[in-house]
C-alpha cells in the first residue's frame, strides 16, 4: 500500500503530455482516410476502371500486400536515419498527395488517364501507410516518461484503440453513402467526393500532427535492430561456410566472434517463434477477402431494408461494429467460462481456433454462393443462343415461332434459349390483325438464334432485332434501354428519368432502341416529349427494357423485365461476416499478444513487423490464385479457402504441441520498455490494439 501511495505520488508530479491529444487526432484521422478509401475501393476498380471480378480483385490485394510490406521499410528509416516524427510527417505528406491523386483521377470529365494516375496514387498511398503504421503508436508512448506514468501509458493505448476503431466505423459508413447519396459530373454515383472527404482528412491529419510539433518529446534514431539481426544472420551463415566443419551447439553461434551473447540468444528465440508464423498468411489471405470478393458477392443481393438501401461496401460496416463488440465479450466471459474446462486456456489454441472459425465462414460464403447461383442470369455462351420478343403495341399479336403458336399481349414479350453451333434460323408468322388501323397485317419470315448471343426481335411484318443487354451490371444497380415504336414517324422521341442527368432520345424511325444506361434503384417518374407518363420502379441487380408507344393522341409506356433483380436478401452475409469477425478475435488479437509476449525486449519490433509481414503474405496468396483462375465458380474457391484453412490449421496444432511458452518479464524488455511492457502496474496482461490497425475491421 505505501508503494501504491508513493507510485501515485510520482505520477502526479508528471503532467499528462498534452501531445497525447494531437497523436490520438492524427491517427482518429488517418484512420478514417485510409478505410474510407479502402471500403469502396474494390467497387471503384471493378466499376469505373473497368477491371473484371478476378483482376480488380488482384489489384486490391496488390495495393493491400504493399500497405503491409512498407512499414518494414518505414520501421528501418525511423529508427536509423530519421527519427520517428519526421519520417511520420513527411510520409503523411506522401501519403496526403496520394489521396489526392486518387480523388483527382476519379474526375473522368478530366480526361486524365484513370487507371495510370489512380494506380500511381495507390502506390503513394501504400508507401505513405508505410512510415505511419510503425510510427505512431511507438511515437505516442514515447511521450511518457516511465515507470512514473506506467498507468497513464496503459490508458493512452486504450484511447489508441478507440480512436482506430472510431475513424474505420465511422468512414465504413459514411463513404458508401458519399459513393451512391450524390450524382457528379454526370455520373449516377460520385467516386471523386467518395474519395475526397479522406483525402482532406488525411490532409488535416498531417496538419494537426505537423501543430503539435513543439509538445513532442522526440528521441533521435539509435540503428535499428532489424538490420542488427539481419547481419549477424549472414556473419553466421558465412562463418559456418568457412569454418571448416567445427561444430557448434546452434548455427547462429558461428556469428559470437563479432556479436555479444545477448543478441544471439534473442535471435535465437525470436527464430522458434517465426517458425509457428509460417501457416498464419493464409488466415489473411481469407479475411482480407471480406474488401473484395464478399464485397462482389454482396453486389448480387439485394440490400432494401424498407425504403433503406444497404449498399455493398456499406455491409463491411458489419464486421468493424462486431469486433468492438466481441472483443470485451471474448475477452471477459467466453475465455475465462472457457478455462475452466481448459478450453481456449492458452494463445496457440485460441489462434487454431479461430483459424477455423474462418474456415467455417468460407464454408458459410460458398453456401451463400451456391444459392446466388441460381438467381443469376443466363448469359449466352459457346453452344448456346437467347431469342426475345417483343410485342412494342398496345394490342395483342399473334405469333407462330418455330412449332410454338401463342398470343401475345400488348407490350409482352417472348424468350427462348437455344443450343446451337454457329447460327440456326427460326420460321415465324405474325397477324397483326387485332391492332386495328391500315397498313399491311401479316408477315413471316425467319428469326436467327446466333451462337453466344441474345438477340431481341420486335415484331413488325419485317422485324427489328439488336443483340440485347441480359447481364447484370458489375456495380449491382440497374439497368434500363428505351424500345420505342412511334406511330408520328417523323419526330424524335425523348425519354427522360426525373431526379438525373440522363435522357434516352430515339430517332425519327418507327422501331428504334437506346443503348442501356446505369441508374440507381428506385422510383422514377418517366417523361415522355416533355410530358409526364407513369412512374416506374427498377431494382437492384435488374436488366429492363423500357417500351414506349407513341400516337398522335396518346403515349404509353411499360416497363419489361429482361433479368430479374436480385432476390437473396443481403442479410444472408450476416452469418458468415459475424463468424468471421469472431474469428479474427480469436486470432489476429491474441495474434498480435503472442507476438508481443514471446520475444525479448530488444526483439519485440522484429516480430511485430513479422506480424505484417504475414498480412502482406495472406494478400499475395489472394493474388496468385485470383491470377491463376483455378475455378469458373465462385463458390468452388470459396470451398478451397475453407479446406486449406483447415488444412493450415491443422499443420500449427501440431507445431504448437512442440512449443515452449516464454515468460520475460519487465526488466528483460529493456531498451522497450518506455513502450512496450508485458504486465501493467496490477498485474494485468496489456494487450497492444494493433488488431484493428493491422487487419481490414
Known sequence: MVLEAKEKDKEKTV???????????TEFCERFSFYGMRIILALYIKNKLNFDDDASTIIFHAFSMLVFTFPILGAIIADSILGKFRTIFYFCIIYSLGQILLSVSAISVIGLPMREFSMMGLLLIAIGTGGIKPCVSAFGGEQFLLPQQQRHITTFFSIFCLSISAGSTISAFMTPQLRTGVQCFGDQDCYPLAFLVPA????????????????????????????????CISCAIWNKGISGGIRRDHWLDYADDKYDAKLIFDIKEVLSVLKLFIPLPLFFALVDQQGSRWTFQATRMDGAIGNYLVTADQIQIVPAISVIILIPIIDRCIYPLFGKIRCL????????????????????????????????PLVPRSG?????????????????????????????????????????????????????????????????????????????????????????????????????????KSKVTRV??????????????????????????????????????????????????????????????????VTPPNSVH????????????????????????????????????????????????????????????????????????????????????????????????????????????????????IRLCGFDDETNP
Not at 210 to 219: C, D, S, V
Open 496 to 561: 427522360e428519368l426525373s431526379g438525373v442527368n440522363y435522357v434516352f432520345e430515339t430517332g425519327g424511325s418507327r422501331i428504334d432502341v437506346t443503348p442501356v444506361g446505369e441508374f440507381s434503384p428506385g422510383t422514377y417518374r418517366v417523361i415522355v416529349n416533355g410530358k409526364f407518363v407513369e412512374s416506374i420502379v427498377v431494382k437492384i441487380g435488374g436488366v429492363y427494357t423500357l417500351q414506349t408507344h407513341v400516337t398522335d393522341n396518346s403515349t404509353k409506356i411499360s416497363l419489361t423485365t
Open 15 to 25: 503532467p499528462y503530455p498534452k501531445a497525447i491529444f494531437v497523436i490520438i487526432g
Open 200 to 231: 482532406v482528412l488525411m490532409v488535416t491529419a498531417t496538419v494537426i500532427f505537423f501543430a503539435g510539433k513543439p509538445l513532442y518529446r522526440m528521441e533521435q534514431p539509435e540503428g535499428n535492430v532489424a538490420l542488427n539481426v539481419v547481419r
Open 345 to 376: 486456456d492458452t494463445q496457440l489454441k485460441r489462434i487454431i481456433t479461430g483459424g477455423v472459425m474462418a474456415a467455417v465462414a468460407f464454408v458459410i460464403s460458398g453456401l451463400l454462393e451456391l444459392k446466388l447461383e441460381t438467381t443469376y
Open 384 to 488: 448456346a443462343a437467347q431469342v426475345r420478343i417483343f410485342n412494342p403495341r398496345d394490342c395483342q399479336v399473334s405469333v407462330v415461332v418455330g412449332n410454338e403458336s401463342l398470343v401475345m399481349a400488348p407490350f409482352g414479350i417472348f424468350e427462348r434459349n437455344f443450343d446451337t453451333r454457329g447460327n440456326q434460323s427460326i420460321f415465324y408468322n405474325i397477324d397483326l390483325s387485332a391492332c386495328g388501323g391500315g397498313g399491311v397485317k401479316r408477315g413471316e419470315g425467319f428469326l436467327m438464334a446466333v451462337e453466344g448471343q441474345a438477340r431481341s426481335y420486335v415484331l413488325a411484318t419485317t422485324p427489328f432485332f439488336y443483340e440485347d443487354f441480359v447481364n447484370k451490371t458489375t456495380s449491382g444497380n440497374p439497368a434500363i434501354r428505351v424500345l420505342n415504336y412511334n406511330e408520328i
Open 570 to 685: 443481403i442479410a444472408w452475409l450476416l452469418p458468415q461476416y459475424i463468424v468471421i469477425s469472431i474469428s479474427e478475435v480469436l486470432f489476429s488479437v491474441t495474434g498480435l499478444e503472442f507476438a508481443f509476449t514471446q520475444a525479448p525486449g530488444t526483439m519485440k519490433s522484429i516480430l511485430q513487423a513479422s506480424w505484417l509481414l504475414t498480412i502482406a503474405f495472406g494478400n499475395l496468396i489472394v493474388v496468385v490464385v485470383a491470377k491463376a483462375r483455378l475455378f469458373e465458380r465462385q463458390a468452388s474457391e470459396f470451398f478451397m479457402f475453407a479446406g486449406l484453412m483447415a488444412v493450415d490449421m491443422l499443420v500449427l496444432a501440431i507445431m504448437g504441441k512442440f512449443y515452449r511458452y516464454r515468460n520475460y518479464d519487465a526488466q528483460s524488455i529493456g531498451s522497450d520498455e518506455s513502450l512496450q511492457v508485458i504486465r501493467g502496474p496490477d498485474g494485468e496482461s
